[in-house]
């Protein structure tokens, strides 16, 4: 629009000045060298403005004749170019799809026509990777160092090397550099953040999470959750040793992430402890209702030791009333009423859960009942054998790992907080009794390393013994459940196998519970022997070992696979 008015401003002066020029005519005299030439004005006006399109048309071919050289180098330069630029793109689509000959043949085009091109050389690291060459992917990061346009570039590639060589000291070592040298670099902080909370350093993982805050890194809402799994771990690591130091941090977790269950449930517990009954009730019944789990139900019940069976059924009941729970509500109350031996309150309460196809926890109490209430020891043991074949029961899982307890960091991704308590997918089998992960806040606590996708870790072999003798006359039913409830050896009793990754095996952690089928979920015993006061009796925990303190520290490496942007 500017430019038309413009060109419009400009024809109009042009107009005036000719309009102007024809109302007063004249004639231009020149006298030069013996010559007297006369002209209209208007003439000589337009034989001045032609002369000076003429020099301008001579001087403009006389420019390209001189730059003509010049110009065709250009030329063949830009088609040098082009085909270089082509070169590097085909060679990363390569090596996305996985074509290393094609790789190689397109980089050492890009080496060979852009041998300063940034990109030509970290082509040919990336080519270098993907054949198995360590010491040409080194090499060339190395050179890279030197530049500092591609020093960040150079950091990452020396970081992921040494990651998948198991070198965590020159892991760390590359990932502080570049964080000296960009503090916003997110890979370089995600890697920090993995390396010291598989170390426990916790109060290190809090300054690495405030500074990535600070960097925009993480909003505000996951740096406060992170923040509260953060101190739970400091919490359940001085439980034992401060207990006055851990309430303080548990209480504090809370307050940052109501909705975590371990923070509440050692704060509850402390609390109890030290007589604060009322202040327990209130932090359990705020994560019940955000978070309902049989950890927060069993501290609640047992607050007032001493209690008697139908006390704590009551407060159960007052438990409930500030949320039902859904099925963790039915489960706990079911389970407090069967204490007090109020079995029709104990079947009322199941009895949404039981339609199509309940739980094994739910078929176990359910066993429990029909015995206890009507001595049906036929019905009992036919709920077992529907819990032998029921859906699991919730356990921790985080990256397709389980745990019998809640732990900070998962041994897979090596995220924060990754643990949630929910019921694995059927379509991933049984969870693998494997090689057990420490307690949370361990020094030593181990995070298991994994490579890109398609590198999970088998699963353990799981070490169950053959099951004893049945009594005469126990039907099939029987066999199977004494099969499964009578395996020798408690749950950790697995074989432990190393992690296959890339490079030195970097720690040790539970099978991914897709690696192994073949469990139910759940220990069942049935203890249907020769006499009438025989007992069925069903385990209510999952058959995951959970985590064994008598770990060998060896096992701690640090988790830094799989890292992405944060």
Not at 326 to 343: H, N, P, Y
Not at 469 to 489: R, W, Y
């Amino acid at each position: 629009m500017l430019r038309m008015l413009l060109r419009f401003i400009l024809l109009t002066a042009v107009a005036a000045a000719a309009t102007w020029l024809a109302y007063r005519p004249g004639n231009l005299t020149l006298e030069w060298l013996g010559r007297h030439i006369e002209l209209p004005l208007a003439l000589a006006l337009a034989g001045v403005a032609v002369g000076f399109i003429v020099i301008a048309l001579v001087w403009s071919l006389l420019r390209r004749l001189l730059h003509t050289p010049g110009a065709v180098t250009d030329y063949f330069r830009f088609r040098r170019t082009r085909r270089g630029q082509e070169a590097l793109s085909a060679g990363m689509i390569a090596i996305s799809a996985g074509d290393i000959a094609g790789a190689r043949r397109q980089a050492q085009i890009a080496a060979r026509i852009l041998p300063d091109e940034p990109l030509a050389r970290l082509l040919a690291a990336e080519t270098a990777r993907l054949e198995g060459n360590a010491r040409q992917v080194k090499a060339i990061y190395g050179d890279m160092l030197a530049h500092p346009e591609t020093e960040l570039v150079a950091l990452r590639g020396l970081f992921e090397d040494a990651r998948r060589n198991g070198d965590m000291a020159a892991a760390r070592r590359y990932a502080q550099r570049a964080l000296r040298r960009n503090a916003g670099a997110a890979w370089a902080s995600a890697a920090m953040l993995a390396i010291q909370s598989a170390e426990a350093d916790w109060p290190a993982v809090s300054a690495t999470i405030e500074a990535q805050r600070k960097a925009r890194l993480l909003d505000d809402d996951v740096a406060r959750r992170n923040r509260a799994v953060v101190l739970t771990a400091q919490a359940l690591a001085a439980e034992d040793a401060e207990p006055d130091a851990a309430v303080d941090l548990a209480t504090r977790a809370h307050k940052l992430d109501a909705a975590l269950v371990p923070a509440a449930v050692v704060a509850g517990r402390l609390n109890v402890r030290d007589g604060a009954l009322r202040r327990a009730a209130k932090i359990l019944e705020k994560t019940w209702a955000l978070s309902p789990h049989p950890d927060l139900a069993a501290v609640y019940t047992h607050a007032r030791p001493g209690d008697s069976p139908l006390d704590r059924l009551k407060r159960m009941r007052d438990l409930l009333k500030v949320a039902p729970g859904g099925e963790e509500g039915a489960v706990a109350l079911a389970g407090a009423a069967i204490d007090a031996r109020d079995w029709k309150l104990a079947r009322q309460a199941l009895s949404h859960h039981i339609a199509e196809r309940p739980r094994a926890r739910v078929c176990a109490l359910m066993a429990e009942i029909e015995e206890g209430e009507f001595g049906d020891k036929g019905r009992a043991r036919e709920w077992l054998a529907r819990a032998v074949r029921a859906p699991r029961d919730p356990l921790w899982i985080a990256d397709g790992v389980t745990s019998r307890t809640w732990l900070p960091v998962s041994p897979v991704s090596g995220a924060l907080g990754a643990f949630r308590w929910a019921a694995p997918p059927e379509a991933l089998g049984p969870p693998c009794e494997a090689d057990a992960v420490e307690a949370a806040g361990d020094d030593d606590a181990p995070l298991l390393a994994s490579d890109e996708a398609g590198s999970a870790p088998e699963a353990a072999p799981v070490a169950i013994a053959a099951p004893p003798p049945a009594a005469e006359g126990a039907n099939d039913d029987d066999d199977e459940i004494a099969a499964v409830g009578k395996a020798a050896g408690p749950a950790n009793a697995v074989e432990k196998a190393d992690l296959p990754w890339p490079g030195p095996a970097l720690g040790k952690a539970e099978a991914p519970a897709s690696q192994v089928s073949g469990q139910v979920s759940g220990q069942v015993s049935d203890e249907a022997a020769s006499t009438d006061s025989e007992a069925i009796a069903l385990s209510h925990q999952p058959d995951d070992p959970g985590p064994d303190p008598q770990t060998d520290k060896a096992r701690r490496a640090g988790w830094l696979g799989g890292l992405g942007e944060p």
